[in-house]
DNA sequence: ACCTGAACACCGTTCAAGT
DNA sequence: ACCTGAACACCGTTCAAGT
């Protein structure tokens, strides 16, 4: 962990330094475009030297999906407010975690549901990519059971629910939620819609 | 028009060409990671003669781009069925055009998407593909007129109506949507919560 | 065990030169 | 006006060879 500052030829944690070298680069581009060779040369070895620790770029993508799934998950979960709040409050907490992860990490965030990490490694598949469908699912659960949420197959408003983040979060990335044709605050305006899909009283407005 | 079958030099409509074969090529890959030079192989003319018909390969992504959205755009309009329909199944049947849309054409859907495309030449900001916004925002025009859906700022609604449509069809392209853990037909679950949360009148079951 | 350096088969892009 | 062919500066990936 401590870095001296000569590090003649060994690296010592290569594999780490990779990752994290590619990782600020997403930060930098918003797609996932960054060149191994760069990465390489950022960490300060050959461009041979990655595929020591892994078999291709593909492979490296597919890590760094993964990654941005556990920190997804984590900024979810933070963002949870306390119990004793209503589920509505939980609701849009959740909601705007969401948005806010991807349109800070737009290249991670674009890495994540990008083909290309798709293929390799079923990262899509994979528990800690399907854990942040958990964490709506719990949500729904805790809302029917309070009897705020309309009782139905909790898979089919989570699907719902993750779908509009994904929609949102994506469409303010490109900016189409910007423009004053789709109102003041769209976000808002796709949290309410969708909670309103998914309440069991009338609302009358 | 008239294909001769020897080409000697010129080429005739190479522009059209390019863009037709390397639509072609986006139906064969996921992603729009084709190479211009695979696509000047299978047009039979050199690797530069492209680049007398767009500056370079980003024109040529971002018009294919705007194509996509034309194409999109008439999908929806042509599924719209006839006057004379309740707008729920009028809303489905949008919906439903939109994902297939999307599935069936995924490396085309991916590129309208892309951050690539997105930069150049403002195709997303382009009136062409916000005519699609447009199908929607009538749609619910009609919808709010007709005392179905509830009284609110039309651009919101359409908002979360896009982004709910956008991420259906990009979770479904990520075969995120064909899991049990989304249960049976998260599709149609999506199209009710989202519609559902646009109604008028009080929904008990 | 871990990394280097040269090598291979590609790219996107440019530009003088051909027809 | 439209296209070619060689050239440049890159890639991802491989592999013998170095430490």
Known sequence: MQETANRPYHHGDLRR???ETAMAMLHEDKGWQFTL???ARRAGVSHAAPYKHFPDKAALLAEMALLGFDRLHKALTTAKP???NTLRDEFFAVGRAYV?????NPGLYRLMFSAEAGK????HLSERALAVFGVVTEMLER??????LRKRDVRGGAAACWAQMHGITMLTMEGL?????VG?????AALVTLLEGLENQAVNS
């Open 177 to 181: 939620f910007q423009l004053e044709k």
């Open 17 to 19: 330094t990779v990752i």
């Open 143 to 148: 809302g029917q059971a309070e009897g705020v």
């Open 100 to 104: 806010e992860f991807g349109t800070s």
């Open 120 to 123: 390799a490694a079923d990262v």
């Open 184 to 188: 003041p605050d769209p976000l808002d």
């Open 82 to 84: 306390k119990k004793s």
């Open 37 to 39: 060779r760069e990465v």
